[in-house]
């Protein structure tokens, strides 16, 4: 499962973009990067009519894990959780997230993992 289409990052400007002037929250496992969305870097197209969300990205590095099997289930799962955990939410003003997955995350199970996740999430002040 993927991101709904309006809660996802595109372009490489916006993830440069984010990765150096987000303000960061760290847990054991992961890293969490937040910032109010630069309008210039994030292509709109003709769907400026849509409501804010919060525009989110994963990314797990081939030292988390060197199978790409593994790698993409924890993407999936993690789509799946933050789909379900940010499209209830009303949101004033759009933000941008990045999650960033350690190497130290293989030793914790899938629970710990969204928990650690959801933390991470009400630290930022993105959910309650």
């Known amino acids: ?3 709904p ?3 996802r990052l595109k372009g490489h400007k916006c993830f440069d973009f984010i ?3 987000g303000s960061r929250f760290y847990s054991p496992s992961m890293v969490l990067r937040v910032i109010n969305p630069n309008t210039k870097l994030h292509l709109t197209g003709n769907n400026s009519q849509t409501k804010p969300s919060v ?3 994963i990314s797990i590095s081939n030292k988390v894990s ?3 099997v593994t790698r993409n289930k924890l993407r999936r799962l993690f789509h799946h ?3 379900y955990r940010l499209s209830k939410m009303i949101i004033e003003k759009e933000v941008w997230a990045f999650i960033s ?3 130290s995350c293989m030793k ?3 629970s710990n993992l969204l928990k650690e996740c959801d933390k991470l999430l009400i630290k930022a002040g993105l959910t309650k």
């Open 108 to 110: 914790n199970s899938n």
């Open 66 to 68: 060197k199978k790409s």
């Open 55 to 57: 525009k989110c990205a």
């Open 101 to 103: 997955l350690k190497p």
């Open 5 to 7: 289409k309006h809660m």
């Open 81 to 83: 959780h933050l789909s």
């Open 19 to 21: 990765y150096k002037e």
């Open 1 to 3: 499962m993927v991101l």
